[in-house]
């Protein structure tokens, strides 16, 4: 039966290249090359858009095997699989530096070649059902009106969305990576560290805390409250994978309520439809850069 998948074939000894294809084609896959030097390989990559790439580390021209492996990662993210006489420590160190679906060794039985293949193509699909679940989840949370920032367990941020951007004063590009404690500060005599941390000290969601008074960074307006709240993520077996910060504008519940920035009661005369659409205090901005 006919295998779905296509396979391309980077190989410049002409003797393998057809003995490859030849098992190929046994095994029902789709054969495309073979492919005998990098700058051919990638463009018959972007051309047919292969399933999985056989690479010869060793192969003629201008870039060796390595090296159109880690471009065809950059562009496309096509799996590979490399093929090598040379099983030397400091080739595949080097191989293993572009994050391969597999190696496998010259001479190789069919056997070992159809396992390889399946394995990889495995591998592949399992990755790029990840990355699209990933980008679902971001997609999702960048159209959320809450801000929402994602820490891994060592309290650094793996994703902010425009929210919590707008709400802290960082970008994402700045943000990513840093503590969370140096991005969510919050106002002096508010000791209490953000919910996500308290989420990973104690090992359990934390529920919503009211009117917490947040620095953002580089404003005029340097602070806004919120409300927060913080889950833990876990994965298999309770494996911890970090946690989940929401914090969400105040202004309005605040306003609704008939309470001030801090959380005090207005007067009577200040409870009346002059009370400002947006509640944010001004603290100096030595204060919050």
Not at 8 to 18: G, M, P
Not at 24 to 39: C, F, I, K, Q, T
Not at 76 to 105: I, K, M, N, W, Y
Not at 269 to 283: G, I, Q, R, Y
Request: aromatic share 4%; proline share 6%; glycine share 6%.
């Amino acid at each position: 039966m006919e295998s779905p998948y296509s396979i391309l074939i980077v190989e410049d000894e002409a003797v393998i290249a057809l003995d490859l294809q030849l098992q190929l084609e046994d095994m029902g896959y789709r054969v495309l090359g073979p492919a005998e030097s990098g700058p051919q390989a990638l463009a018959l990559a972007a051309q047919e858009r292969p399933d999985l790439v056989l690479m010869d580390i060793r192969i003629q021209g201008p870039i060796d095997g390595i090296e159109t492996a880690a471009r065809l990662g950059r562009v496309s993210g096509l799996p590979v699989v490399f093929l090598t006489s040379h099983s030397d420590d400091e080739t595949v160190a080097q191989a293993a530096r572009t994050s391969p679906c597999g190696f496998l060794t010259k001479p190789f039985e069919g056997r070992a070649l159809r396992a390889a293949i399946e394995m990889a193509l495995s591998r592949a699909q399992l990755e790029r059902r990840l990355r699209e679940s990933e980008r679902w989840f971001a997609a999702t949370l960048r159209c959320v009106q809450d801000g929402v920032i994602v820490v891994n367990p060592d309290a650094t941020l793996r994703f902010i969305n425009p929210a919590a951007e707008a709400l802290t004063g960082w970008s994402a590009e700045e943000a990513v990576g840093r503590r969370l404690a140096e991005v969510v500060r919050f106002a002096p005599g508010d000791t209490e560290p953000p919910a996500a941390l308290q989420a990973l000290a104690q090992n359990r969601h934390i529920g919503v805390q009211h009117g917490r008074r947040l620095l953002r960074r580089n404003s005029a307006r340097a602070v806004v409250t919120v409300d927060e709240s913080a889950a833990l993520v876990e994965g298999e077996f309770g494996l911890r994978m970090g946690a989940v910060l929401v914090l969400r504008d105040a202004t309005e519940r605040l306003a609704r309520e008939g309470l001030d920035a801090a959380g005090q009661r207005r007067p009577p005369a200040a409870n009346t439809s002059s009370v400002p659409a947006m509640e944010h205090e001004a603290l100096p901005l030595a204060q919050v850069t």
